[in-house]
């Protein structure tokens, strides 16, 4: 019974040692593939720190690190608890260990002892004659006939149970040396950690700062373009006053009175004519467009642009739409020149031309080149059409 109850034991350790390296080798692998992901996210956060100091690109990878970061450190505290718990299975073993030695040391002193006092055949004979009973006598007799078998498989009992003990105490060294160093890691994620949060309320900081810096230069740009809006509204104020004739008008009175008497038909006739026909001034893209928006960065902030804005390449020449009076040229700030174009019906608005070509008064024609833009960084167009004194998208006039 006793040796069935030993190879149960020995089996049930075998079998608790397996499932104790097979829960420590996840939690070592999981902390291999979470140290993979943080060395990826820091030669990433490298990259761009590098580059452009991007800083929303480094908060994202940031959050990202924090959060594997805590997976890590949790993932570490569940080892460090796991062994905690292995190490106190271990200790109740090697208790039950000692206990199993100490009864097999008890029963070998006890039939080492008994050996040696029936050493001699009469004393043998002695003790089995001695029993009260006859089954007594049975009992003494198998007793003595098995009691050298009985010393071997003590014997082999206490050796394996030695053995067993043993390695419970090296496996439990070796678990508190994990446990140790799983701290001492814990530790130091810990500090890890506290830098990274650090960094993170740096950034936080920084990108504030640089809101701060954006929302002051976008308002500096926004008050700049209202002054050039009204320093357009004021000229174009003064174009609508003055109406546009070609040399090639009628002379003749007779001509005169016929245009008079259907001006107001023809005129609507003509502009609508006039929509979706345009050439446009430049080439490019467009990169601005009209009416009212919200800034990109910052939804609170509200945009108005009268026109179109016309990316082009550095040397570009803006021509006109159509034939016209140059009604006015107006410098806005340096090397930046406001050109207005009396069509009669409309008028057609060019800004940041760096150069002009033109001069007041002076007579063109559709495609006439009217100026020159000339800037190293960024060269755009910008573009308006009014008609009765009010702003109109000019991409309703120019060809698709």
């Known amino acids: 019974m006793k040796k069935n109850f030993f190879i149960l034991f020995l089996l049930t350790l075998i079998f608790l040692n397996a499932q104790k390296n097979s829960t420590i080798n996840s939690y070592k692998e999981k902390q291999k593939k979470l140290h993979q992901e943080i060395n990826f996210l820091n030669q ?16 994202i990878l940031i959050n990202k690190k924090i959060t594997i970061h805590r997976e890590l450190l949790s993932n570490t505290e569940n080892e460090i608890n796991s062994l905690s718990s292995m190490i106190e ?7 039950k260990l000692e206990k199993n030695i100490e009864f097999l040391k008890k029963r070998l002193i006890t039939i080492i002892r008994m050996l040696y006092l029936l050493r001699h055949p009469s004393a043998s004979l002695s003790f089995i004659l001695s029993a009260n009973s006859y089954q007594q006598i ?35 060294q070796k678990l508190q040396q994990e446990k140790n160093l799983a701290k001492i890691n814990f530790e130091q994620l810990l500090e890890s950690h506290q830098k990274i949060l650090m960094q993170q309320e740096t950034l936080k900081k920084q990108a504030q700062q640089k809101e701060i810096t954006l929302r002051k230069q976008i308002e500096i740009k926004i008050k700049e373009l209202e002054k050039i809006n009204k320093k357009i509204a004021e000229a ?3 174009s609508n006053k003055v109406k546009y004739v070609t040399k090639k008008s009628p002379s003749i009175t007779s001509k005169k009175n016929l245009l008079k008497n259907s001006s107001s038909k023809k005129t609507s006739e003509n502009v ?18 009209f009416g009212e928006y919200s800034h990109p960065l910052f939804e609170d902030i509200k945009l108005k642009n009268n026109g179109i804005d016309i ?19 107006v410098p806005l700030e340096k ?33 006439t080149p009217i100026g020159i833009i000339e800037s190293s960084e960024n060269p755009t167009l910008h573009f308006e059409i009014w008609r009765n004194k009010v702003p109109e998208n000019p991409l309703n006039w120019l060809k698709k």
């Open 44 to 59: 990433e956060l490298q990259k761009i720190s590098s580059n452009k100091k991007n800083i929303e690109q480094q908060a």
């Open 89 to 95: 299975e271990n200790r109740l073993i090697i208790r």
């Open 138 to 172: 049975y009992r003494r007799y198998i007793y003595l006939s098995k009691a050298k078998i009985l010393l071997k498989d003590n014997l082999y009992q206490l050796k394996k149970s030695l053995n067993l003990l043993y390695k419970e105490i090296e496996s439990l």
């Open 236 to 238: 174009i104020k003064k």
């Open 272 to 289: 609508n004519a006039n929509e979706k026909n345009l050439p446009w001034p430049v080439s490019g893209s467009v990169v601005g467009y």
């Open 311 to 329: 990316r082009c390449t550095n040397g570009s020449t803006v021509k006109a739409v159509e034939e016209g009076i140059v009604s006015q040229i």
């Open 335 to 367: 090397n930046n020149f406001l050109i207005i174009i009396n069509h009669n019906d409309f008028l057609s608005v060019y800004s940041n031309i760096t150069r002009p070509l033109v001069q007041a008064k002076q007579e063109v024609s559709t495609n």
